[in-house]
């Protein structure tokens, strides 16, 4: 499902919740398990690639989205950092105010959680350097951008 806020409805995410969205969630069920950084990694690109701007939503209970933004600074400093901090409990695309993720999100959850924004480099930071559940299988990953890739055009 993908959550609308007051926004028209997008062609293109007709393809993502009735092609793509099925396709990740028969492929890869627990993608929200410590996939959902990587999903929205690659459709981030991709609807860049396509010229559209897409937003990285971060959703955090554990430390705030500054506590995480003021760390990412630091690493990009040099500085010491915490990996974990990175991380975050999950993360989600927002296109002109439509909010989706690999899978359908609970909602309810959604709400209950601090909400920001990272920048493409900050996700990928945290991909690298964070600390992430390992139900999520990092060599899924390649197959997850080649389906991205497909199912967004």
Request: with cysteine.
């Amino acid at each position: 499902m993908i959550f609308v806020k007051k926004s028209k409805p997008l062609p293109i995410l007709e393809q993502i919740e009735k092609r793509l969205i099925p396709k990740i969630a028969k492929c890869y069920p627990t993608i929200n398990r410590g996939g959902c950084g990587i999903f929205t990694y690659y459709c981030y690109k991709r609807l860049v690639e396509l010229g559209y701007k897409p937003k990285i939503l971060v959703l955090s209970n554990n430390k705030t989205i500054k506590s995480k933004i003021k760390n990412y600074l630091n690493v990009v400093k040099g500085k010491e950092y915490d990996a974990h901090n990175l991380s975050a409990t999950h993360f989600m695309i927002s296109l002109k105010g439509h909010i989706f993720d690999g899978k359908n999100y609970d909602e309810m959850e959604f709400h209950t959680m601090e909400q920001g924004y990272y920048k493409p480099e900050m996700l990928r930071a945290a991909l690298e350097k964070g600390d992430w559940n390992s139900t999520w299988n990092k060599k899924h990953s390649p197959k997850l951008k080649q389906l991205i890739n497909e199912y967004i055009c």
